[in-house]
């Protein structure tokens, strides 16, 4: 009989690393260690923080779109960070608000890379596998994900880089860690291509525009180093950029439509300060030309996309060689302003900002410190948000019917941008023990809801009496290019056609001081530093328009209190060895004081107490109970007591839950008394005086030698 034997193959380690020095860290990359059948795989490592970022693109482009189909994913995984995922499945489930967010700051630099006609699927996935605390995944992932695209086949543009800058005592710090970004002034994320700025995200504490500038532009010089060393991977492995149908429009198609619809008559069909006229105006147009190519079912499909590229055309020839723009408003010139504030009644705070055809109602609540959103993620250093600002976006607001499905990326992203800017003028939890919700509904949009909504916002905040440390605007700038880096102009306040047809979103927010957050996107290959600073002078030089011409004028600054119908907290210090106490058995005594009260009750380990009512009574009622639960009784105290148990020997009185005393019959009335009951009956309330400790040690009390006039410490 033959011997068994094992048979085993040995795997060549035939994949390539790649390693460089980033910020005092080693980064290093595998290709052609996993992920082979993606079109593109980068096994990226920063420290022990490691991802794997793949790029994978269909065979066939999406039938029926006019758009780049790109989708980009961050999954964080709990396990590494050593955890369990929370939830009843353990297993993670939707993305976190903070993933979602990552996956915009990948797609927003990548995305103007891809040709304008390509319309294959494209997918970036990022997953997290391990997590450096000192080294951040989100900028892992955005190099990776950057690399993965460049040595596929993909057609992309690339590659382009990322680099986080932080400012502690005022020196930055180039990719800082968790701990470092928890003491950081400034998170400022900035991507770059070979020759210039793609992409800013900033949050900051009131940084001055030159130190900002200066943040940005120590980001892209570190971006251009790292830029360097994938141009090596690339040219050692990339792939050849596969071939794909272009859905561009054919010029043919364009003169036809020319020859219908002359450039005058674009003209004054885009070019009015009334986005619904101006939309009626095109409908008709594309009717018109409907007739006309109703035999060409090929021109048919690409019409839409035709009309597109013509209005853009001329928008963009007419603000770059005439500086007229389609509202007929000055290049520097914002749209008309108006805001009030008490909107809403019965809420907490509410505001509305209307800026042009642009309009934001924010609504503000205010609630206990408990009620602050958990938050599970990968930072340590990030458990809970005490401050949340949400944002929707509803198609009336555009004129549009659909369904709501709920915040999609974008609206979870504007929030998470007007978020940002008011955070660093937020008053401590020591100054204002309140968690606090801000609600920004879109009543109408035509242009930088996002920076309406930081008004809005900033407004409603001081009308619901929170102690803001500043007021904070914010506004939008765009921008129109022509052949040659020198050839742009920077537009203040851009609306929406502006937006869609132009090159750049720059949103600028701040107090009068300085920047608190930044968002640029662009659908071009980068900005010069010219244009960046110049927009960023614009955005100071509107945001001050904003502040004092309009916003200070509406509310100078938060109200001394808080809305008559917001909840009401007082804070407290107790001995944290008496917390047991409050809280009693099971939480017998602290629920009895919620149920006499009606007050919410909060007890932190150090012995912070909070107390949130709407009734300043009660408030105070819940108080003198835990003062009285807390405290020591000392001789000649006088207190208020309930009659909740009569004995032969004498009767108890409850002080407070889980505080009580015995006053002996003898202790009762001044004259002798056969029966307690001949003078007490069970729910009396009366006053005593503690005689101090007796020869066992016990407590005493009495009422007949308590002075009428005293005034009890619970009273």
């Known amino acids: 009989m033959e011997e068994n034997k094992t048979f085993s193959t040995k795997l060549e380690n035939n994949y390539k690393t790649y390693e460089m020095d980033l ?94 006609d390509y319309r294959n699927d494209v997918t970036l996935n990022n997953m997290v596998m391990s997590v450096d605390p000192a080294c951040d995944p989100e900028v892992v992932a955005m190099l990776g994900a950057s690399l993965a695209t460049s040595i596929s086949d993909i057609p992309f543009d690339g590659p382009c880089a990322a680099t986080q800058i932080g400012m502690i005592d005022g020196e930055f710090v180039i990719n800082p860690g968790y701990e470092q970004k928890a003491k950081s002034t400034l998170a400022l994320t900035v991507a770059s291509t070979r020759e210039k700025v793609i992409m800013i995200e900033a949050g900051a504490q009131e940084i001055p525009e030159q130190k900002m500038i200066d943040a940005i532009y120590l980001a892209d010089e570190t971006n251009k180093k790292v830029i360097a060393f994938f141009d090596q991977i690339v040219a050692e492995c990339g792939k050849p950029k596969h071939a794909y149908e272009s859905c561009a429009v054919p010029e043919e198609l364009f003169a036809a439509i020319r020859e219908e619809v002359p450039d005058s008559e674009m003209e004054v069909a885009v070019f009015t300060d ?29 019409l839409p996309d035709a009309i597109y590229q013509y209005q853009k055309k001329t928008v963009r020839r007419m603000i770059l060689k005439e500086h007229k723009r389609p509202d007929g408003r000055q ?164 609306q929406g056609l502006e937006d869609f047809f132009g090159d750049m979103d720059f949103k600028v927010a701040g107090t009068h001081d300085g920047i608190t957050a930044i968002q640029m996107d662009i659908k071009i290959h ?39 119908y917001a909840p009401k907290i007082e804070q407290m210090h107790i001995d944290p060895d008496k917390i047991g106490d409050v809280v009693g058995k099971q939480g017998k005594n602290i629920n009895e004081i919620i149920a006499r009260t009606g007050v ?85 309330v009366v006053k005593v005086i503690c005689l101090g400790k007796d020869r066992m040690g016990r407590l005493s009390f009495s009422i007949k030698d308590c002075p009428k006039d005293a005034k009890a410490i619970n009273e």
Request: glycine letters at 8%.
């Open 23 to 116: 910020a005092g860290r080693k980064l290093s990359v595998d290709i052609g260690r996993v992920g082979k059948q993606a079109n593109g795989c980068a096994f990226i490592h920063y420290g022990d923080t490691t991802l794997l970022c793949t790029a994978t693109a269909s065979k066939e482009p999406r039938e029926g779109i006019d758009f780049f189909p790109l989708s980009v994913e961050f999954e964080e995984k709990m396990y590494a960070v050593g955890k369990f995922p929370g939830g009843f499945n353990k297993r993670e489930g939707k993305a976190s608000e903070h993933s979602v967010l990552t996956s915009r700051v990948i797609d927003r630099p990548m995305r103007p890379l891809f040709p304008k």
């Open 274 to 302: 009334d986005k619904q006229t101006r939309e009626n105006n095109i409908a008709e147009i594309t009717e018109r030309l409907k007739e006309k190519f109703a035999d060409n079912e090929e021109w048919l499909a690409l």
């Open 331 to 494: 290049i520097r010139q914002i749209r008309p302003l108006a805001a009030e504030v008490d909107v809403i009644p019965r809420v907490h705070g509410s505001a509305m900002f209307t800026r042009g055809q642009t309009q934001i109602c924010d609504v503000v609540t205010l609630a206990p410190l408990s009620e602050a959103q958990k938050v599970e993620g990968l930072d340590p250093y990030i458990t809970k948000k005490r401050y949340i600002h949400q944002y929707n976006f509803p198609s009336y607001s555009v004129g549009e019917t659909k369904p709501s499905r709920g915040p999609g990326r974008r609206e979870i992203g504007h929030g998470a941008l007007a978020e940002r800017a008011l955070l660093p003028v937020m008053p401590s939890e020591e100054e204002f023990p309140y968690a606090i919700r801000a609600v920004s509904e879109t009543f109408e949009s035509n242009g930088s809801t996002s920076q309406a909504s930081v008004c809005a916002s900033s407004m409603a905040l001081m009308a619901a009496g929170v102690p803001i440390k500043k007021p904070v605007a914010g506004i939008s700038c765009g921008l129109v290019t022509g052949d040659t880096d020198d050839d742009y102009i920077v537009l203040t306040d851009i």
């Open 526 to 564: 980068g900005l010069t530093r010219q244009i960046v600073e110049e927009a960023i002078s614009r955005c100071k030089e509107a945001r001050e328009y904003i502040l004092t011409e309009v916003m200070e004028k509406t509310i100078p600054g938060p109200r001394p209190t808080v809305n008559a």
């Open 600 to 684: 919410k009750i909060d007890i932190d380990e150090d012995g912070s107490v909070s107390i949130c009512g709407t009734d300043r009574e009660k408030m105070d009622e819940a108080e003198k109970y835990i003062e009285v639960i807390t405290t020591d009784f000392e001789k000649d105290q006088v207190l208020k007591g309930k009659v909740v148990s009569i004995k032969e020997f004498g009767a108890f009185l409850k002080f407070a839950p889980g505080k009580e005393g015995m006053v002996h019959i003898s202790k009762i009335a001044k004259e002798r008394i056969n029966h307690v009951e001949d003078v007490l009956t069970l729910g009396d």
